[in-house]
């Protein structure tokens, strides 16, 4: 199967040339890497596993309940791949939150916003392109191409809807906690990536469907890899916002729990999605 791109466009978004190399502001943050579009790939489809006991499908959207608890945010100076941001200190989630079981999908926008912004809207397999509402689309895989202000647009609008719950993107510190799950390596779950994630080593280098690899300890699909993920986080640079979690097109070290990276607010990339959080009004 012979994939194209959808538009004439550069398959990345703008990076400028700061983006290149590493920020240095009381420590070291490594931020996007221009990444070729590459061809002639297809991609299969995996059943989607059931999820967690403290999660929840409402509306169609998993929502996973997680606990308060204090954890080690950051890695130990033993670990393969760790920058100097990632200073490992002791960290404590005071209140508890709800975090979608999985990245928010081209469907799960659409149906929201009235448009899919995703630059690979149709890179899927024939099974996984379906209609929504009348729009053909990769429905299950992880929306992308979706700037911080687009983000924040789409919260908007959910929390219009006053359903009794206030829609955010997680912290640093909650994304963290959440990524992972009780656990002090890498990676979280089985401690195998590629159990957990969907990365350069084994994606074909395209996005997959949302939840199907392993859940963590606290039933959340693709912390590692697939797409990065928007947060609220310090980026020590105006415009610039923090996204967690590792893509489709990076290698191993780049999808552990402590990695962090840069983008601008403005921004598109097809490899940057999000993921969100709720709590009761």
Known sequence: MEWVCNNGESPIGKVTAVALGEFNFGGTMNV???????????????????????CRTENGVAWCDIQPGTFMMGSPNTEVGRLQD????????????????????????????????????????LSE??????????????????????????????NAKSNG??????????WEYAARAGSSGPYSGTGNLNDMGWF??????????????????????????????????????????????????????????????LGEFDNRFNYVGVRLVRTPN
């Open 165 to 174: 719950y206030r829609y955010r993107l997680p912290t640093e510190e909650e």
């Open 32 to 54: 996007f890497k221009p990444h070729l579009l590459i061809l002639g790939i297809s991609v299969f489809t995996f059943p989607l596993n059931s999820f967690a006991a403290n």
């Open 129 to 158: 392109y379906v209609s929504v509402n009348g729009q053909m689309m990769c429905a299950n895989h992880p929306v992308e191409w979706v700037s911080w202000d687009e983000v924040q647009s789409f919260i908007q609008a959910l």
């Open 200 to 261: 350069r080593g084994n994606s074909s280098e395209v996005a997959h469907p949302v939840g199907t690899k392993n859940a963590n300890a606290f039933g959340l699909y693709d912390m590692h890899g697939n797409v990065w993920e928007w947060v609220v986080g310090y980026s020590g640079y105006a415009g610039w916002g923090v996204i967690r979690g590792g893509g489709w097109l990076d290698f191993e070290v780049d999808c552990r729990s402590a990695r962090r990276a």
């Open 86 to 125: 990632e200073t490992l200190h002791e960290v404590t989630i005071s209140n508890s939150f709800q975090m979608q079981a999985t990245e928010v999908s081209q469907k799960q926008w659409f149906l929201e916003m009235g448009y899919n912004p995703s630059y690979y809207s149709n890179r899927c397999t």
